[in-house]
């Protein structure tokens, strides 16, 4: 149990489209999903905590408006990367919040992207 | 404030050796400690969970304590195999679990 997904695996796009990726609990509801990026041979970078049916919070530093966020139902919540440009290629990473307590992340298999 | 430190890498092993990865950690109050584990191309996943002082949490053959004296959640196992090559992040949630704080991760390598 407790599988979470990702969609696309990884994904190649011209400078100044948009890209949207989308994170989904399989068999469990997900009040709470988080968002990571994550850098070669580095840990873990969250971005923001993204609540069913409200705003997501962004951290210091992540432009809110170049990372949209949407968490319209509790099994999906997706990550839209405005204009992209070089700078944001990176493995992002999505969990979802679950587990007796709903106090283990489970995490999505991340998604590569380039954007060249 | 919160944060987790974690030994730097790589480890370097051979099968059958004994492995400690080290994880100590800073916390306002109580938190619940984890490790998670990301083999090559691939997301994290859990391996343990600690939520509170004295808890062992093991799976796998991995064994780690929650020490509230010694603020540190260090992971071992008796005997590593060569599929046990991952990266090793520890992390810690406050109670509400609201927020996850991920140490830097360690690299391990075993040769067979």
């Known amino acids: 149990g407790a599988v979470v997904s990702q969609h696309p695996s990884w994904v190649i796009c011209k400078s100044g489209t948009s890209v949207k990726i989308e994170c989904r609990s399989l068999d469990f509801q997900a009040t709470t999903m988080f968002w990571y990026r994550q850098f070669p041979k580095q840990s873990l970078m969250l971005m923001a905590t993204?609540?069913?049916?409200?705003?997501?919070?962004?951290e210091q530093g992540v432009e809110k408006d170049k990372f949209l966020i949407n968490h319209a139902s509790l099994t999906l919540s997706t990550l839209t990367v405005t204009s992209a440009h070089p700078e944001d290629s990176s493995f992002y990473i999505c969990?979802?919040?679950?587990?007796?307590?709903?106090?283990?992340?489970?995490f999505g298999p991340g998604t590569r992207l380039l954007v060249l | 404030g919160n944060s987790v430190t974690q030994m730097e890498g790589p480890v370097t092993l051979s099968e059958e050796a004994f492995l400690t990865i080290n994880c100590t950690y800073t916390?306002?109050?109580?938190?619940?400690l984890f490790w998670y584990v990301q083999y090559p191309g691939e997301g994290l996943q859990l391996l343990l969970k600690?939520?509170?002082?004295?808890d062992k949490g093991s799976n796998k053959g991995f064994e780690a304590t929650y020490r509230k004296e010694t603020t540190s959640f260090h992971l071992e196992k008796g005997s590593v195999q060569v599929s046990d090559s991952a990266v090793y992040f520890c992390?810690?949630?406050?109670?509400?679990?609201?927020?996850?704080?991920f140490g830097s991760g360690t690299k391990l390598n075993v040769k067979p």
């Open positions: 993204s609540n069913e049916g409200s705003k997501a919070t962004y």
């Open positions: 992390a810690l949630s406050e109670y509400n679990f609201n927020k996850f704080y």
């Open positions: 969990s979802a919040l679950g587990g007796e307590g709903q106090e283990t992340q489970y």
């Open positions: 916390a306002t109050g109580y938190p619940s």
């Open positions: 600690a939520t509170k002082a004295d």
